[in-house]
């Protein structure tokens, strides 16, 4: 297999996300890192693009000239990575499809609706890959989960359990530092903070394992530090398609949460409880038995579990290899593997997301309405 | 000390909550088990009280022979535990209020609210103590917890988090149960069937710990089960006295919980975090720290947790001791001690949490209003 | 059932063990805390037993004189828990089986093996029963694991081990403290601390579990803090009767243990892992199946574990139930029930550990030679 | 920084450690696979060498054309790793070796302790690194506890635990198994089993945290499922050069443990637990203060564990990333920095690891004789 040329918007030096997509995108041989525009300061965008192996004609000052330099070369990269501010992300995403490239986008991954509803339709029109980073679906036991629900093992999923609630902006004094306030201010986060940053994830993860869509909410947010405009703590209840009642708990207040991402599946036939900071295990429980701990890596694990797992059972994977996994179904998913495009967050959860922030705002400062998404 | 004379309501052969009120109030030998109306039926009420040891003259058919013997007697009950049905508690409790005998009354207080206010002002008027048990609050790390919170070390606390899910209404099979079925009959449940099951223990609880009171809230009912008439899932959003949110989920369809009795504190200054599965440990985050696991029976601890424990570090204490702090504490309060009335669940609480039950399925209704209580 | 009359010798007022009997003895009603002779300090030993409310004539100084007048009377204790330092168990065990009187003894049962051995020719000829208070055999789950390897489900067991490690002597300081001390001095504890106090708790449990006999051992003992003669850590390897091999650690400054109890099971068919920290869930692998976790009052449990659980899967169950248990099959022993000796810890087990201690200290002394018992 | 090229001999395809090892030389650009003799088979070793996108001129069909072709290029490997069986690391780490070439090479590093003092005389006498891939190093908190002893936090480290303890060889079906079969053959796998495949992983992290070495032990082997000539079970008890004890369980047949590496630290002042399938977290338990838990990526980290770490607080770092420390600090090396060869496991450990299953097996072969080393 050739590697396929691959290009990163933002992620510069000491971005952490910058880091999780060239390690995971480099992790099983599909892409070579081939173009940059890695920082809004060309100058550390250079510098760190050189230490990134970036050809230096091919290392950029902004994400135009990117474009530009990019769509002008037969070797021009074939998907790209958009991992800049979130207001950003419309308007580079789009670009990219109109020139025909592939795109990964962060999440969320637009700002409006709107914005959302126009990039899906630009994709399909353009026939390209248009996904969101939710990454964490690309973890092996995720995977494990969403087969076991969708084989029926479980019976009908009656409740979940959505988490993403950590702690780490309980610091009031925080409200000074810039890498904090800014989530904060809704002339740069818009309507919400903690729900659009992580409560999603944990929402959308939801919907990937339910099989199932959105449908309608009712949600609560508090601005638990003083001071904040935007909700630093959320609580939501939806509705999905398929009859499934989702509760979701988000928060950046839940000081001595580290980062609290957990999913729980309550079906008639059985349970699942899955925690992000421990993602080799699986915890199944039949209806009247015992709780079962399934490891990653073990016997009897369904192909999406097992193919998304590269080490031997008992050795813990952890992050990267996840987002390894959603890179290496971009790559199948580009040469035309159905099945990859089936186990990716792709724009229609990205659509889905960008919806749920927007009327879960909505029905917050409404009392806690339920509204249809 | 000499012990005084007890007298148990319900809590036949079989009863777990009675045999777990008998090892508690006998634990410290603050009570004997003097007299009993142990059953429903005459019959197996006396050859249980027989077993337990009760003399046959006071082992009683019905409670309210019991209440005429005990009455007339010099060495009648100064302590009636009221453990029967819902409906029952309020007619048990005011009689024996009524004769001026102290009452521990099973939770729910009562099914209606005018029923605990009248309660609540008999008992004051009678000069006598009123306990509901809300017997987890007997736990010594719950009452560290108390402590820590109180003392400030934690800050203002700005967001709880209290769980009661477990999953033993999980099976549809059980709506021909008769001990599962009644609980989702209004006739015999009233208005809420998980919440007033559950779901206020761990409420009361955030409500002891956090020393504030329900104000409002807003609710969210689910009937996972086909079928039911009343809810097996619950979320509320609670606003406390002090300021502090209180975020609530309980549940009996959470396959895979066993008890899921779980409460958060989340301050300015710190978070604690106690499990009632694992109730000998407490964790807590200060600010920036990393957490730490402090342990039941260590050194360092309030005086509240040390003196409800009874043996040494490593030993696990379970619901047993903590229902015996519960009677520990009443038998110091009928001696005169102010501060175990602090420790004790008292029908203050009893009442507002009947009235949480009310407010909320009022709410549930109406499709998720913010209600004041 | 009528209480019989129970006698306790030791266990004086700040005595944890003492309050472990009295109300593990208590929770069933099986037997009344009719004499005592609690406390080295006469007066003190009156006091306590007033507080306890045994009348003021069966409240005596020492145990001769309680030997003397429970003897002496008709409705005389049944049943007497000896509660003392170790030196005096053998005499006093011996005194009141000579009397026909039941013994429950503290452990170790006897400083020397000779003693050990009289003891039980003393119990045999008087048809007394002679039980050997290793009290987490009481544990429902501990009960558990026997019944399953009995059964056969494990397969022939080939490996266990058995861990009694806690940090609670780390403190060099603790030499000056006398509750600690006399721990490390020869003169008081014999040839063995740490093994003989706590190690030999787990690999009695071990025998418990696996049904077998310590054949041969192998010791090294170590005095980690500098100038205790006497080892506080101990690690052994033992031969079991029944081919299984054992693995025992034992240690009193394994900082950051608290308890440290633990035994697993390695079968050909499946493994067991049990913590008397968290007593009440027992974890079961199949061979080549996923890990179970079997809950303390699930179904489907062997009866023996059943019948030893009083309160409903969730709810914690700690160390005075397990206590319970041992006095409740002490009850149905002394009524004639031969199960219940079966699941007790008689006096083989504490013989055995005698020996155990003896050889593994002169094993430790040799180098680390392999010994018969 | 550019990249360096690289070399592996072994790792074909279905290898898991060859992954490892690709997927963390990858990781932070310092290492360009640029020549591999991946298979014993030279058509999969070409083809999957091509798979992984290595020029076909430089993808072998063995070692000795690899050297010879490798060694006569300007742009020839730097390092090489050697991840074949174990009987080939002598010959072929001293061909490379021998040639100028830096080598890491799989543990254990040789089969007789003459050829692991050889190669660490040929690397000095060579001016190269010969490191050996005690993996388990590079990860974060394994680096931080080595800091909190080396910085005297802990005091006098007393006692180490280090297991390395699984279950999967527990199917005596897999005695047909070839995978399995081989490594219980004296004829290939020499003297040891277990404990040269695993236990000496534990060992040698508890001599890298504890910064002494291994003086001398007493072991005893166990051939736990019938008809094994060598061991699936092994307890040591190891006196290391700085006075502390450490007591080492290694097992293939512990059924129920998925892989078992942990590694715990007693000292005067404080204790410190770590365990590999848990990696994110150290327990620092302070002399009579309560357990701590260190998170991987929170502030105050020694710089060790921090330059170790890439990705935020919270969420996991598996294997791979320490791998890829391995590689960082192997490039680091190679480039002249002292401290990261301080960092690394080095020949020293490999030669001390040799020599501990040879002594190892002598002295389970004499009952437990204490060996020096």
Redesign the interface.
């Known amino acids: 297999?050739?590697?396929l040329n691959w290009g990163l918007i933002g992620g510069g030096k000491g971005s952490?996300i910058g880091?999780?997509h060239r390690?995971g995108a480099?992790?099983d041989?599909c892409f070579e890192l081939a173009a940059g525009a890695l920082d809004i300061d060309p100058k550390r965008a250079k510098s760190y693009a050189k230490?990134?192996?970036i050809a230096s004609d091919r290392s950029y000052a902004d994400w135009q000239s990117m474009l530009e330099g990019e769509a002008g070369r037969e070797d021009g990269i074939k998907l790209v990575t958009v991992a800049t501010p979130n207001a950003t992300h419309y308007e580079i995403s789009k670009a990219f499809l109109n020139k025909g490239i592939h795109v990964l986008c962060e999440k969320p991954l637009t700002m409006t609706v709107k914005e959302a509803n126009a990039l899906q339709a630009l994709a399909e029109k353009k026939n390209c890959l248009l996904a969101v980073n939710f990454g964490y679906t690309g973890y092996p036991m995720v995977r494990q989960a969403r087969a076991m629900v969708r084989s029926g093992k479980l019976g009908k999923i009656?409740?979940m359990?959505a988490q993403f609630?950590?702690?780490?902006h309980?610091?009031?004094a925080d409200m000074d530092n810039p890498r904090v306030r800014w989530r904060y201010d809704p002339a740069q986060a818009g309507v919400s903070s903690v729900l659009a940053d992580c409560g999603i994830h944990a929402l959308q993860m939801a919907t990937y394992i339910a099989d199932q869509q959105v449908e309608s909410l009712?949600a609560?947010f508090?601005s638990?530090?003083e001071g904040r405009e935007l909700e630093d703590?959320a609580?939501l209840?939806v509705a999905f398609s398929g009859g499934t009642?989702c509760?979701l708990?988000t928060?950046a207040?839940?000081?001595?949460?580290?980062?609290?991402l957990a999913i729980?599946v309550?079906?008639?036939k059985?349970?699942?409880?899955w925690h992000?900071?421990?993602?080799?295990q699986l915890?199944?429980?039949p209806?009247?038995k015992?709780?079962?701990?399934?490891?990653r890596g073990?016997?009897g694990l369904h192909k999406d579990a097992t193919l998304s797992s590269?080490?031997?059972?008992?050795?813990?994977?952890?992050?990267?290899?996840a987002f390894a996994n959603i890179y290496r179904d971009l790559r199948a998913a580009m040469d035309g593997d159905k099945s990859a495009v089936d186990r990716l967050p792709m724009v229609d959860s990205g659509v889905e997301m960008v919806k749920v922030v927007q009327t879960a705002a909505k029905s917050a400062r409404s009392?806690?309405?339920?509204l249809k998404l």
């Open positions: 297999m050739n590697k952490q880091d999780a390690i480099a992790m041989n230490q990134l192996g009656r409740l359990s609630a950590h702690g780490h309980s610091d009031a009712q609560h508090l638990g530090v703590d609580s209840t009642t509760r708990w928060s207040i839940a000081l001595g949460h580290m980062h609290g729980e309550f079906g008639e059985g349970g699942l409880s992000q900071e421990q993602p080799n915890y199944y429980t209806l009247n015992p709780t079962q701990i399934i490891e073990s016997r590269r080490i031997a059972i008992g050795h813990p994977e952890g992050m990267m290899p009392g806690g309405k339920w």
